[in-house]
């Protein structure tokens, strides 16, 4: 079986950096995902790590610990539009990933 | 546009009634996968298709739910005797895949079912 955690919402400032953790314990790693869902759209690929480290896309970027079982996502120049759901999702033996809950963010002015 | 389609984006439909929906995946995507979602919560596995093969399927999934890939291109996702609780967001996502790769999802809009 597989157990993912993440918090249910975060609020956060127009232009700061904000941090999104998720925690996991799963048979078969083999990948995670993070992924951003808009209000009544479908989510969209953010990012995949497989290995230890910091992976950076412009102003996103995401961090996996495989060891801990850990991974974050951090959100910088934070702006209106990244008011969304962000999903963590991890890969595992037959690569269907297995979604967490989702993290509502709240960017406010 | 996300390159997946999705038919129809609603249905409203009554307890007990069948319903189908369809998914036309992204061309050269191999593996289609569909989804369940409810407000507040991930999208939640229902089952898997590589090309027409159907691999894996949730252990959530009752006997009412049946899905098929005929020839490896669109998908279609029937529930029958629908009830209270199928009322969800229907997923479909598409990737491509081989041995030992994991390639991220591409999400189609999907279908809101309402049970009247």
């Known amino acids: 079986g597989q157990n993912i955690d993440q918090p249910t919402e975060m609020t956060a400032t127009e232009g700061a950096i904000v941090q999104i953790n998720c925690t996991y314990q799963?048979?078969?790693?083999?990948?995670l995902f993070w992924y951003q869902q808009h209000a009544g759209e479908a989510p969209t690929f953010l990012s995949y790590n497989v290995l230890d480290g910091l992976e950076e896309k412009g102003r996103f970027s995401s961090f996996l610990s495989r060891s801990k079982g850990y991974s974050y996502l951090l959100l910088k120049e934070l702006q209106m539009k990244d008011s969304a759901s962000y999903l963590c999702?991890?890969?595992?033996?037959?690569?269907?990933?297995?979604f967490g809950r989702g993290t509502s963010l709240i960017v406010h002015p | 546009d996300t390159g997946i389609s999705q038919d129809p984006r609603h249905k409203i439909t009554k307890r007990g009634q069948n319903v189908t929906f369809r998914c036309d995946p992204i061309?050269?995507?191999?593996?289609l996968y569909w989804y369940r979602q409810t407000l507040g919560q991930g999208p939640e596995f229902l089952t898997y298709?590589?090309?027409?093969?159907?691999?894996?399927k949730s252990r959530l999934l009752s006997d009412r739910f049946s899905a098929e890939r005929p020839k490896g291109s669109f998908s279609t996702l029937e529930i029958q005797r629908t009830e209270q609780g199928d009322s969800a967001m229907y997923l479909c996502?598409?990737?491509?895949?081989?041995?030992?790769?994991?390639?991220?999802?591409?999400f189609g809009d999907g279908t809101r079912l309402s049970i009247l």
């Open positions: 799963t048979s078969g790693f083999n990948g």
């Open positions: 298709f590589q090309n027409e093969a159907q691999l894996e």
């Open positions: 996502a598409s990737s491509l895949g081989g041995t030992g790769s994991n390639q991220p999802q591409h």
């Open positions: 999702a991890v890969g595992r033996g037959s690569y269907i990933p297995t």
């Open positions: 061309s050269e995507h191999n593996r």
